[in-house]
């Protein structure tokens, strides 16, 4: 089994940054992809960033050059940079990670983390 526990949501004026962390534990074998995605209310959830274990990297067309994913695989941690903060990107942001354990390959999901905008 594993876990995702995700830090570093807030409230932030428009135009501002933060930054968003993810961490993976338990019996990890390995982990492929690792990303973020995003559900404002009332909306579905939404890919924002995912990165693989090489080191590509993917963006939703909504936050392209203005969000930036990067992953630490020695620590199983993920990280979401978010600059030029707009008022839409309000969201519960969830990490999700595709996790191999003794069980197989399970994706997991984090608790999510809210993330407001104000404009």
């Known amino acids: 089994q594993a876990q995702l526990v995700e830090s570093g949501g807030g409230f932030v004026p428009a135009g501002g940054s933060l930054t968003l962390s993810c961490a993976a534990s338990?019996?990890?074998?390995?982990?492929?992809?690792m990303g973020w995605y995003r559900q404002a209310p009332g909306k579905q959830r939404e890919l924002v960033a995912a990165?693989?274990?090489?080191?590509?990297?993917f963006y939703g067309d909504s936050v392209k050059g203005r969000f930036t994913i990067s992953r630490d695989n020695a620590k199983n941690t993920v990280w979401l940079q978010m600059d030029s903060l707009k008022a839409e990107d309000t969201a519960i942001y969830y990490c999700?990670?595709?996790?191999?354990?003794?069980?197989?390959?399970?994706?997991?999901w984090g608790q999510g983390t809210q993330v407001t905008v104000s404009s």
């Open positions: 990165t693989t274990a090489g080191g590509e990297s």
């Open positions: 999700n990670a595709h996790i191999k354990t003794s069980s197989g390959t399970t994706s997991y």
């Open positions: 338990g019996s990890i074998a390995s982990i492929n992809g």
